[in-house]
């Protein structure tokens, strides 16, 4: 089929690579034309595992352009991925998906074969059918169709997740919907050589496939992230729980999970749930459920407790150092989770900010975020790409991203390169033999001292 996808952020340009290389003829189209430059040149500007190696097998069948319109015009189906980040009160920022859709309606205006126009931005129910009412305006509804194809996959495994998920949404007409089982055939049926780096997962022989209307396919994926974080925040609060009564929130964790009905994965106690999606979508669908009328109780809690977390590190921090004047702070990671670069609603900052609020000496680390972090970060903040230096004479480490070169420091090494061996683990995630180096921290695990 030939395929264009408008926007080559995280979600398009691996949906977009990663159905060219299950054979779809693909451009990636972008407004963004710097982008746009690397990715002709064969750089994939974004970090995310596999990317590079995926888009350097597709050889012919993807190419990129700026030329928003006439790529849309070439495609028998044009697939929306543009950003719709939070406004200021909480509903997605629409804006950049109408621009996108008025240069696909451009572009599809002079065509005779019809268009399906897929979009797999989050977006408020009933987003769909204000695309369709575009189309109606422009004259050519009965050449077009519109469907919604959340978006499901997760940053730092966005290649396995887009070749091997665990359901595919198919929102719209019985027409539309045939039309995406068709699309991603190859990967419902998993007829394609897996790269050798994602591996197929042992078995996986097909992929569920969900054939709903449009908008149960747009509320869904509010609803999955929104469930998700419920899961962040409810353990969250039993680990705050813990810390008061010296209770061990991970014993607590295992406990629950080892419940299929409650399930291991998103019980890990922390500083929150950050990123690109989670705090956006759970205050877009707050935002939906207030303006649709409903007060969802449920979701209000579980935004507030995100919120609150990341400053029961800065608490444990200064009940550990006395003060946090003049300390000097080891921030340990600036991503909102390891295996990206990605910056958005990154605990880190508030953190930071925080810290420094408080009169600390904050020197940051990070193995990959440095560059989108800077321009972030305020300018007391110092960071350093080499770890020993930021370590040098800290009285505290803070981990806040768990990339692996910080569980694999040791505990001993640690202690010898700190001034004071205080660490606290945002993340529960150093591993216990090197926690009795330090005089060590985790979340809700030890009362605070
Ligand atoms: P992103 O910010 O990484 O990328 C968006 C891209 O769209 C940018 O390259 C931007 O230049 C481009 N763009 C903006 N307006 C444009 C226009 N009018 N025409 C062409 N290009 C345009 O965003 P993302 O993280 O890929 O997210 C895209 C959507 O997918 C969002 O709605 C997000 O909520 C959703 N989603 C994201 C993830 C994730 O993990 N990032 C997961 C699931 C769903």
């Not at 887009?162 to 089982?181: D, N």
């Not at 950050?274 to 979701?299: E, Q, V, W």
Request: charged share 20%.
């Amino acid at each position: 089929m030939k395929v264009t996808v408008i926007g080559t952020g995280y979600v398009g340009l691996t949906t977009g690579i990663c159905l060219a290389y299950i054979g779809h003829e693909v451009i990636c189209a972008d407004t963004n034309e710097s982008k746009i430059r690397q990715l002709r040149d064969g750089d994939v500007p974004i970090y995310e595992f596999g990317l590079p190696e995926m888009l350097a097998a597709c050889g012919e069948r993807i190419r990129f352009t700026a030329e928003c319109r006439e790529a849309a015009g070439a495609a028998d189906i044009v697939i929306l991925a543009v950003g719709t980040p939070a406004k200021a009160e909480g509903a997605p920022e629409l804006a950049y998906l109408y621009a996108a859709m008025e240069t696909v309606l451009d572009g599809i205006a002079e065509k005779a074969a019809p268009t399906l126009i897929v979009n797999k931005s989050t977006v408020p129910v009933g987003t769909g059918d204000k695309l369709a009412a575009m189309a109606a305006s422009r004259g050519i509804s009965e050449r077009v169709e519109i469907a919604s194809n959340p978006e499901f996959l997760r940053q730092g495994s966005a290649v396995p997740d887009t070749l091997y998920p665990e359901r595919i949404v198919a929102g719209g007409s019985p027409a539309a919907q045939a039309a995406l089982r068709a699309l991603y055939g190859p990967l419902l049926r998993q007829d394609f050589s897996p790269p050798a780096f994602a591996p197929r997962p042992t078995g996986l022989a097909s992929v569920p496939f969900y054939a709903v209307d449009l908008k149960s396919a747009e509320l869904g994926k509010y609803a999955a992230n929104a469930f998700l974080a419920m899961k962040i925040s409810f353990i969250n609060e039993m680990a705050n729980l813990c810390d008061r009564v010296g209770a061990d929130v991970s014993a607590i964790a295992g406990m629950l999970g080892s419940d299929s009905r409650i399930g291991k994965a998103f019980l890990q106690a922390g500083i929150g749930y950050g990123g690109s999606c989670f705090p956006k979508d759970t205050k877009a669908l707050h935002h939906i459920a207030g303006t649709s009328g409903y007060d969802f109780k449920l979701l209000s809690a579980v935004i507030e407790v995100n919120r609150f977390q990341k400053y029961v590190l800065v608490g444990k921090l200064r009940s550990a150092l006395g003060t946090l004047a003049g300390r000097r702070v080891t921030i340990l990671g600036l991503t909102f989770k390891p295996e990206t670069d990605d910056m958005r609603e990154a605990p880190s900052l508030s953190i930071i900010e925080a810290l420094l609020a408080e009169g600390a000496n904050v020197i940051a680390h990070d193995p990959v975020g440095l560059r989108a972090a800077k321009a972030l970060l305020p300018a007391e903040a110092g960071t350093t790409l080499n770890l020993d230096e930021a370590l040098q004479d800290a009285d505290a480490a803070v981990l806040v991203t768990e990339w692996p070169v910080y569980l694999n420091y040791g505990g001993r090494t640690y202690r010898e390169r700190m001034k004071r061996p205080i660490f606290v683990d945002g993340r529960n995630a150093l591993p216990a033999a090197d926690r009795s180096w330090l005089d060590y921290y985790g979340v809700g695990m030890r009362a605070v001292p």
